[in-house]
């Protein structure tokens, strides 16, 4: 008989909060239990030998865990938990068109920057070319922004690239389908700071591609890392350069493939995030 068998307490009866006990089936004699009083304390013995033991168990592990630690034969390359665990400090308070903004003078500052900045020029608006203006003026520092606005016009505005990957020459989808294209981080490392500039990896999944019927582009998810360098300007990290490579790329497991409606209606449901560091 499980536990939850001998007593339920979520709601009593009827709400009034009483307990209701169910109590061993006898062999009969309502009175037997009266003369068990041997077999309870076994019992009840049993019960606090297991509990020792286990709690002898558990501080031996404990024990181990932090002589492990401790010892110069441990594994060097295991991150400290500081370096992947949330730092639990909110990333900002607000906004800069539609792109998280106001980030804090500090390594988890820049790390946020950049995730946030990588969804931003990873996002679809990219290619809108009044959005496009808008990302890059935001997430690019002053003295560079007008030669990246530039070199991304003509990359984005390329009826080559946009034919290859299924849209118009003014960026827009086909009829009847849907173009998606999403970043989303999986962690943020620094690799250089100062109180004036960073060097920040953004290790994320991407998603790209078009969805709905007779798509020659289906979407198809991507692993990447981008490198950014950013500068303090203007009370806040900016962008200055960057380089992407791909990977680390974990091994794929064998799920089937969702149907085109079924990841329109995830894009077009599913919002994004604010992520922090």
Request: hydrophobic share 30%; aromatic share 8%.
């Amino acid at each position: 008989m499980s536990l939850g068998d001998e007593r339920e307490t979520s709601g009593g009866y009827g709400g009034t909060g009483q307990t209701r006990t169910r109590l061993p089936e006898s062999s009969g004699d309502v009175y037997g239990g009266a003369r068990r009083g041997g077999r309870s304390s076994s019992r009840s013995l049993v019960t606090v030998v297991g509990v020792v033991v286990l709690l002898i168990a558990a501080i031996a592990f404990a024990n181990r865990g932090e002589d492990d630690s401790a010892s110069p034969n441990g594994d060097e390359n295991q991150p400290k938990s500081s370096t992947t665990a949330a730092t639990g400090t909110r990333p900002v308070d607000g906004k800069a068109a539609g792109i998280p903004g106001g980030f804090r003078r500090d390594e988890q500052g820049a790390q946020s920057a950049a995730a946030n900045y990588s969804v931003a020029l990873g996002s679809a608006d990219m290619f809108n070319t009044d959005r496009r203006h808008e990302i890059v003026n935001t997430v690019y520092a002053p003295d560079v922004a007008a030669k990246r606005q530039a070199d991304l016009d003509s990359a984005y505005a390329s009826e080559k690239f946009l034919t290859n990957i299924g849209l118009g020459t003014d960026g827009a989808a086909p009829t009847g389908q849907t173009f998606i294209s999403r970043v989303i981080p999986v962690g943020t490392k620094t690799t250089s700071f100062g109180t004036g500039a960073a060097t920040v990896e953004v290790w994320y999944t991407s998603l790209f591609g078009l969805s709905g019927e007779g798509s020659t582009n289906p979407v198809a998810e991507s692993w990447y890392t981008t490198t950014y360098e950013l500068k303090w300007v203007g009370n806040d990290w900016k962008v200055t350069d960057f380089q992407q490579k791909d990977g680390p790329v974990p091994v794929g497991r064998d799920q089937q493939a969702s149907t085109a409606d079924d990841m329109t209606k995830a894009v077009e449901e599913f919002g994004g995030f604010t992520y922090a560091r």
